[in-house]
């Protein structure tokens, strides 16, 4: 799964295309998803982690180390 949020957990929502006409067709709402390098001081060491616009939001607020915690309790590899 491709547009996924690590943190948030914020994942594709799905609807429909509405033409002038009114026929629908299937569609993909797609996060916010962002490839963002932190420095993760507790382990000496950068990590890429991919978050949605708001995770990026929730990591400036709690701290990367938190954030990392967050993530690894949810079962996500970092």
């Known amino acids: 799964m491709s547009a996924h949020c690590m ?44 978050l949605s616009a708001k995770g990026i939001k929730t990591v400036d607020a709690i701290g990367v180390e938190a954030a990392v915690a967050r993530i690894r309790a949810r079962g996500g590899k970092v």
Request: glycine share 10%.
């Open 7 to 50: 943190l948030t957990g914020a994942q594709p929502g799905f609807g429909n295309r509405i033409s002038h006409s009114h026929r629908r067709t299937s569609r993909r709402f797609d996060p916010n998803i962002q490839s963002k390098r932190y420095w993760l001081p507790s382990e000496g060491r950068y990590v890429r982690l991919r």
